[in-house]
């Protein structure tokens, strides 16, 4: 269904101790949608995106999925976090398995799947990101890009409702950053509900529906790639696309 709303975040605070890192972000997230998440170190956009899979639990607000506040005592957070695929900055991969491995595990383990039903799934997404050709290698023998383009396999495999992307690109080396956002990019085509946290100004530009600015842990402002890189509004977001683009 289009303009279906798949997630959203109503009034969401979190605080470590005494300091506010989220301030009350009100977020909707529709299906097929895929939104990037810019902004200055220390901004709160990563916190943002550990809370919505509840990595960080929220101090105050509310999480909607399918009509229901996740955050209410009683709910089946576990459930919840398998609909909210998770990639990571550094990966995260088991090292001593296989990249197949990595990707078969997950799925038996918390989809309760059996072993030629995740074996096949994770062919067939190891050959989405281009991976299938190096199922048998362990993290040690590939690449950071490879690497990351495993993680993001083994985070297709869980059937995610959403996949979230934590500066996927920002622990690999320069010229492995493109192997990595052409899969990002790839994947978008595809319909997937996407949220992605990063710094690659261009990327976000050219896969986005829409593009978040965060500054001091509130959305400072938000829309198209056009509107935002083209015609930001606040001065803040001004100064910050001038630092960041060239």
């Keep these: 269904m289009e303009n279906e709303v798949i997630l959203e975040i109503k009034h969401l605070k979190k605080s470590f101790g005494e300091n506010e890192v989220l301030k009350d972000i009100n977020l909707t997230v529709k299906k097929g949608e895929v939104i990037s998440i810019i902004g200055s170190s220390g901004s709160g956009?990563?916190?943002m995106l550990r809370s919505i899979n509840l990595l960080e639990v929220p101090t105050d607000g509310?999480?909607?999925?399918q009509g229901e506040n996740v955050l209410l005592k009683g709910y089946n957070l576990a459930q919840y976090r398998t609909h909210m695929g998770m990639v990571f900055q550094s990966f995260n991969l088991f090292a001593n398995l296989t990249a197949f491995q990595n990707v078969v595990v997950g799925q038996m383990t918390v989809l309760k799947r059996n072993k030629a039903e995740a074996e096949k799934i994770a062919i067939e997404n190891l050959e989405k990101v281009g991976m299938a050709a190096f199922k048998k290698a362990k993290p040690s023998q590939l690449s950071g890009g490879q690497m990351q383009r495993v993680a993001i396999a083994r985070a297709l495999s869980m059937n995610p409702d959403v996949l979230?992307?934590?500066?996927?690109?920002?622990?690999?080396?320069?010229?492995?950053?493109?192997?990595?956002?052409?899969?990002?990019?790839?994947?978008?085509?595809?319909?997937?509900?996407?949220?992605?946290?990063?710094?690659?100004?261009?990327f976000a530009r050219e896969v986005s529906d829409r593009v978040i600015f965060m500054e001091k842990g509130v959305i400072a402002e938000e829309?198209?790639?056009?509107?935002?890189?083209?015609?930001?509004?606040?001065?803040?977001?001004?100064?910050f696309?001038?630092?960041?683009?060239?």
């Design 62 to 65: 509310e999480i909607i999925y």
């Design 45 to 47: 956009k990563s916190t």
């Design 223 to 239: 829309g198209t790639p056009d509107q935002l890189f083209g015609n930001p509004q606040e001065a803040r977001t001004r100064e």
């Design 164 to 202: 979230l992307f934590d500066e996927p690109t920002s622990a690999l080396d320069p010229e492995m950053v493109g192997e990595v956002l052409i899969t990002i990019k790839e994947l978008a085509n595809t319909g997937l509900t996407m949220i992605i946290v990063t710094h690659e100004m261009q």
């Design 241 to 246: 696309l001038t630092r960041y683009l060239d």
